[in-house]
């Protein structure tokens, strides 16, 4: 155990979490989700009694988002809803981003679902929690953590 770390982040996710650098992704995603085929080649690293938010949560508390990009964050777009629909699952790790990441709800994108996939081929790594509400799949880009350039 360690002081300070959530206790939802295991050996290996902190591992895979810290092996990141600036610009890869982190996929954490729905139990729905074809992790395993579209994880294939990847770390899948599988969290089935965490919810989403919790799992979200705990990433967020040490992973730093890009601040370069005009929107680290990512989710995937509810499918035959309006613009700017995101269901409660989503806004709640929306707000978390906010809350532990600096992120407002702008840098915060919905992808349509094919296009998610897409993007998930280029991700780092796939967390597979145990959330039960399908679309909740967010995908986040690493930033950095150093000193101010002198």
Same mark, same amino acid.
């Given at each position: ?34 992790? /395993? *085929?579209?994880?294939? !080649? ?11 938010? %919790?799992?979200?949560? +705990? ?41 532990? /990441? *600096?992120?407002?709800? !702008? ?11 897409? %993007?998930?081929?280029? +991700? ?27």
């Amino acid at each position: 155990m360690l002081k300070g770390i959530d206790a939802a982040l295991t050996p290996e996710l902190l591992k895979v979490l810290c092996e990141m650098g600036h610009g890869d992704e982190v996929v954490v995603v729905d139990a729905n989700f074809t992790a /395993a *085929s579209l994880g294939r !080649g990847k770390p899948v690293i599988r969290m089935p009694g965490i919810d989403l938010q %919790r799992a979200c949560r +705990a990433v967020l508390s040490v992973f730093p988002l890009d601040q370069s990009v005009q929107q680290p964050v990512a989710y995937m777009k509810v499918e035959h809803t309006p613009d700017g629909y995101a269901s409660a699952v989503q806004r709640a790790v929306i707000a978390l981003a906010g809350e532990l /990441a *600096s992120a407002d709800p !702008g840098q915060c994108a919905a992808v349509e679902r094919f296009a998610f996939y897409d %993007r998930v081929g280029g +991700a780092y790594a796939i967390v597979q929690t145990g959330e039960a509400q399908p679309y909740a799949n967010f995908i986040f880009k690493k930033g950095v953590i150093g000193d101010a350039l002198a």
